[in-house]
């Protein structure tokens, strides 16, 4: 039981050279018996974790998870290596139950999933008394904070664990807890005296992208066929009307796209959901019900259509994306509407007055975070109090840093149309009155009489709203959200109306041509692979689909995005060779290892021909 079984089994096992990050400082810790509360961000590698000291000391492994949906996945990957790794839910019969308690009890068992529930009842409970644990891990550990997002009462359960067996290490982990949340999780699985293992946030691999646009599928779809003709991705939107639209839509373009919401029956939703894990290219258009979960690893885009309630959400979401830890886009496109609709959700939702307090203000950083013009990395980093770092390079305000101008006086003229119409008027009808449009409402109104009646004739429509959209966001404009959308000043619009405060505005991308033609850089998916490799990386695609199918598997099971790519590099022309990929070990090696050999051989032979 020492450091160098745990490389052992990385290396032969799991086809990995070395670890990452902390993973070996925690999986050492846990082999030792140590207790350890384990914070990785999505991707992170947090599976490794837990399943080397399972193999490691003896005894099985056991794994509190609430996903059960996804249990037969986790334990396909591991039978993919060999391993004999088992799951008891209400989704198995009791023969099947009873088969696999045979094997806990003759020892054959590596790791065991089981949900709160059931391990937490006494059968359970007993059964483990005659067996060898070689450790708890608790997964998705910040379902036991009623702070957290995603609480679950059964979580506060699982406390008896320390009582019940003292002697056996407990692992929590989980990608989500600030601080409070932290504390929450050691208190109430009483993992006081474990040690903390906090790794970074940031995911470098995913690019984001955000954009002005009210939800335009447009822009979706110029951006999904210019970067992932073919790849899987997520697209959130706010309403189940707007889903079964973009849905329709991506499939008119000739994706398969499919619906995910509330309203589909269960039946449906696990269908869609079943293909998006098992088919290679599929595009999951969702309501936020989708992703609690989704271990795809090889999700290489998430888009939003619709703005996030808060960044927290907003981080969660887009984190489904490039798991495996290759290139991934985040994108976004949102408007004036999202930040009046989201304001408004909030007005009339049933909370209390505190409760609605926090939320407006978790929407206002997100805003923040759309229209701010710096590194957006650097800034969601700072949010969740990780300080310090650098620009990026890999947000579109890196690679393009957007054009600002002085807003002051635009911004002046603006709040004093919305002041002398009484701020009684709506965004559209003040921009008329800025540019000094006669129609009859303002004639109505004797609005053509007005100071700023038509001041703002230097300006377009298209710029008159993105300053509408950013004082709004910005909180300089508030929207009456009874309904009529009436706007009015706040407290801050005070300084900037008397010239004490300056204001820069972010220039609207349509009237930026120059970033357009840039953005079209890279015309390809962002896993780096070189034109001239495509077709044997469609080819080890196939391959994988065609084994993964035989099975009844998801791809990735069978080889993953990222063992894929190294292949396309390495070009392994023997079996020994081969196993220098990452992430073929010695049994993925002995059952797959031939016919991929073949298909690179194939490939270079026709190169040779050519
Ligand atoms: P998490 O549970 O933290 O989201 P996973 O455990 O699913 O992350 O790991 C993400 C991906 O990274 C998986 O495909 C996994 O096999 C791979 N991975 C994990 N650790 C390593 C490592 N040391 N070297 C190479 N790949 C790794
Ligand atoms: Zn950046």
Redesign the pocket.
């Known amino acids: 039981m020492t450091h160098t079984d745990a490389v052992d089994v990385?290396q032969t096992i799991?086809g990995?050279?070395?670890?990452?990050g902390q993973?070996g400082d925690i999986i050492d810790s846990v082999i030792s018996g140590d207790d350890a509360l384990v914070l990785?961000p999505?991707?992170?590698?947090?599976?490794?974790c837990y399943q080397i000291p399972s193999l490691v000391r003896p005894g099985v492994g056991v794994v509190v998870s609430p996903l059960i949906a996804l249990m037969q996945d986790q334990v396909d990957a591991l039978r993919a290596l060999n391993l004999n790794a088992q799951f008891i839910n209400s989704t198995l019969d009791v023969d099947s139950v009873r088969n696999i308690e045979h094997q806990l009890r003759a020892g054959q068992v590596d790791i065991l999933y089981v949900a709160p529930e059931r391990l937490l009842m006494p059968a359970t409970l007993s059964l483990l008394d005659e067996l060898d644990v070689a450790l708890f891990a608790i997964d998705e550990a910040h379902c036991v904070s009623a702070w957290g997002h995603d609480f679950r009462p059964e979580y506060m359960g699982l406390s008896v664990l320390s009582e019940r067996y003292p002697d056996v290490p407990r692992i929590a982990l989980t990608?989500t807890a600030d601080g409070r949340t932290r504390e929450e999780i050691a208190k109430n699985l009483d993992l006081v005296g474990a040690k903390h293992f906090v790794s970074s946030f940031d995911r470098p691999n995913i690019r984001y992208l955000v954009r002005e646009g009210q939800g335009s599928r447009e822009e979706l779809w110029r951006f999904i066929k210019a970067f992932h003709p073919e790849d899987s991705g997520i697209v959130y939107c706010l309403s189940r009307k707007k889903v079964d639209d973009t849905a329709a839509w991506l499939a008119s373009k000739g994706r398969v796209a499919l619906p995910y919401h509330a309203r589909l029956s269960a039946k449906e939703r696990e269908h869609n959901q079943n293909r998006f894990l098992r088919e290679d290219n599929i595009i999951v258009v969702a309501t936020i019900a989708f992703g609690m979960g989704i271990?795809k690893?090889d999700v290489r885009f998430v888009a939003h259509l619709n703005l996030p309630k808060s960044v927290e959400a907003y981080y969660q979401e887009t984190g489904r994306a490039g798991?495996?830890?290759e290139p991934a886009n985040a994108w976004m496109a949102y408007g004036l509407q999202d930040v009046i609709t989201l304001r408004q959700m909030m007005q009339q939702s049933g909370a209390d007055d505190q409760h609605k307090r926090v939320e407006s203000h978790k929407l206002d950083a997100m805003l923040s975070l759309a229209e701010m013009t710096g590194c957006r990395r650097q800034w969601i980093l700072n949010y969740f109090d990780e300080p310090g770092s650098q620009p990026c390079g890999n947000c579109d305000n890196c690679l393009t840093p957007p054009e600002t101008y002085e807003g002051t006086e635009i911004a002046q003229k603006a709040m004093s149309c919305v002041y002398r119409t009484g701020q009684r008027f709506g965004v559209n009808y003040l921009i008329d009155v800025l540019l000094g449009k006669n129609s009859d409402r303002i004639h109505q109104f004797g609005h053509h009489q007005l100071s700023t009646f038509g001041i703002g004739t230097d300006v377009s429509q298209a710029d008159w709203r993105g300053v509408f959209r950013q004082l709004i966001a910005l909180n300089y404009l508030s929207v009456d959200l009874e309904g009529h959308g009436s706007v009015k000043l706040t407290e801050q619009a005070r300084p900037v109306l008397r010239g004490e405060k300056s204001i820069q505005f972010r220039r609207q991308l349509a009237t930026v041509k120059t970033s357009r033609g840039k953005s079209s850089r890279s015309k390809r998916t962002p896993i780096a692979i070189a034109d001239t490799d495509q077709p044997l990386w469609e080819s080890l695609r196939a391959l994988r689909k065609e084994l993964a199918d035989e099975q009844g598997v998801p791809a990735y099971v069978v080889f993953?995005d990222?063992t894929l790519a190294d292949m396309v590099q390495k070009r392994p022309g023997s079996l020994e060779e081969m196993s220098m990929v990452?992430?073929v070990g010695d049994h993925k090696l002995e059952r797959y290892g031939a016919e991929f050999l073949t298909a690179v051989e194939e490939f270079e032979a026709e190169i040779d021909g050519a």
């Open positions: 990385l799991y990995y050279d070395a670890f990452r993973q990785m999505t991707g992170g590698g947090k599976s490794l990608a271990d690893p798991r495996d830890g993953t990222a990452s992430g």
